[in-house]
């Protein structure tokens, strides 16, 4: 079976704005090692997502949205980690808002 190392390096590269290599060895190990403990694509692209929601604006953490980070020996915790979406999240003070989306709009401006 073919593992698909560019659509999932793409895929993070896509969600992080980075530009990690699909070729590099390094990258194919972590994602070879995973690929034989039977996670698939699926798999890692929700640890992308729930890390990316995780760690993405904590400038401490937003440097570990990396390959060597995401898919080495904590990848099960991660894909098993409760995903927060912005519809759950709430602003720390008691005026939270409600409405995410609405909110997203009037900060855009649209």
């Known amino acids: 079976e073919r593992i698909p190392f560019k659509e999932i390096i793409d895929y993070l590269n896509e969600q ?3 530009r990690y ?3 590099a060895n390094k990258n194919q190990d972590l994602i070879r090692a995973r690929w034989n403990e039977g996670f698939r694509v699926d798999d890692f692209k929700q640890v992308v997502d729930t890390k990316v929601v995780d760690w993405g604006s904590d400038p401490k953490m ?3 949205l990396r390959p060597i980070t995401l898919f080495s020996n904590k ?3 991660y894909l098993n980690q409760s995903v927060i979406t912005k519809k759950d999240a709430r602003p720390t003070n008691d005026n939270y808002i409600d409405d995410w989306d609405n909110f997203e709009k009037m900060i855009e401006g649209d």
């Open 75 to 77: 990848f099960d915790e």
């Open 21 to 23: 290599s699909h070729t």
């Open 16 to 18: 992080t704005g980075r």
């Open 62 to 64: 937003n440097k570990y």
